[in-house]
Nanobody, 119 residues
Framework: QVRLVESGGGLVQPGGSLSLSCAAS????????VGWYRQAPGKQRELVAS??????NYADSVKGRFTISRDNAKNTVYLQMNSLKPEDTAVYHC??????????????WGRGTQVTVSS
């Protein structure tokens, strides 16, 4: 069984920074790709950043402010968020395609972490 747990959310003032983590645990061989999504109340879920191998992609709304990275040894993916804006307020979830120890390709979602940007 595979589990993804996000952490690092919280309340921050506009212009501030937060670093989110997405840690995978369980019978994992490797993480293939991870996407960070966010969903604000009343809005559709949005893919903000993704990493596949060494390749990264970002939504236009976060380019230049957010950075996604990974630590393969720790089975953890990070989202560094700088210059935060009130419109970045949302629940942030990670979604991962990963290989189990048995060689199966699995997809898993975390439960999310709340990010609130407010003065």
């Amino acid at each position: 069984q595979v589990r993804l747990v996000e952490s690092g959310g919280g309340l921050v003032q506009p212009g501030g920074s937060l670093s989110l983590s997405c840690a995978a645990s369980g019978s994992i061989a490797s993480i293939w790709a991870v996407g960070w999504y966010r969903q604000a109340p009343g809005k559709q879920r949005e893919l903000v950043a993704s990493i596949r191998g060494g390749s990264t992609n970002y939504a236009d709304s976060v380019k230049g402010r957010f950075t996604i990275s990974r630590d393969n040894a720790k089975n953890t993916v990070y989202l560094q968020m700088n210059s935060l804006k009130p419109e970045d307020t949302a629940v942030y979830h990670c979604n991962a395609d990963l290989y189990s120890s048995s060689g199966s390709l699995l997809n898993s979602w975390g439960r999310g972490t709340q990010v609130t940007v407010s003065s």
